[in-house]
């Protein structure tokens, strides 16, 4: 498990782009269950929509990549090194079942598949209330 202050020591990521609040379990080389809160007082609401606030599909794809990139990291002997960084540099399958809106607690599930020639592929979903509501198969490398 990792709180925030552990999720910033890996992440470069932060306001208004750190999608992930709490890592609530991994297991390395494996899988991740990471958690996001979203609230009202997210800055995507103030033009996505005003009247009906919508999270958009590509900080879903964001929250995946972070939480990929934070087990990435479990799985590295020795860790990422700080001059290093996870990228995101392919998404496939990627679908949106149901919106998310403020007041939804999003828990990205993600599992690592394969490393081929150091691209790292994952399949990652996102549910709301035990519900999918969104789904990917991410590609990943580490660049410095």
Do not use: C
């Not at 700080?82 to 919106?99: H, I, M, Q, S, W």
């Amino acid at each position: 498990m990792m709180n925030i202050q552990d999720i910033k020591k890996i992440l470069p990521h932060r306001y208004p782009f750190l999608m992930i609040d709490r890592v609530l379990e991994v297991e390395a080389n494996h899988h991740i269950k990471a958690l996001k809160n979203i609230t009202i007082n997210e800055p995507f609401f103030q033009g996505h929509f005003p009247s009906k606030p919508v999270m958009p599909g590509v900080l879903i794809i964001e929250a995946f990549a972070q939480a990929a990139a934070l087990l990435g990291v479990e799985g590295l002997d020795g860790g990422v090194d700080e001059n290093n960084l996870f990228y995101l540099v392919g998404v496939d399958k990627a679908r949106f079942r149901k919106p998310i809106g403020p007041g939804d607690q999003l828990i990205l599930e993600v599992k690592f598949l394969t490393v081929k020639k150091n691209i790292w592929k994952y399949d990652a979903a996102a549910y709301v209330d035990s519900k999918l509501i969104a789904s990917a198969e991410l590609l990943t490398t580490v660049m410095e």
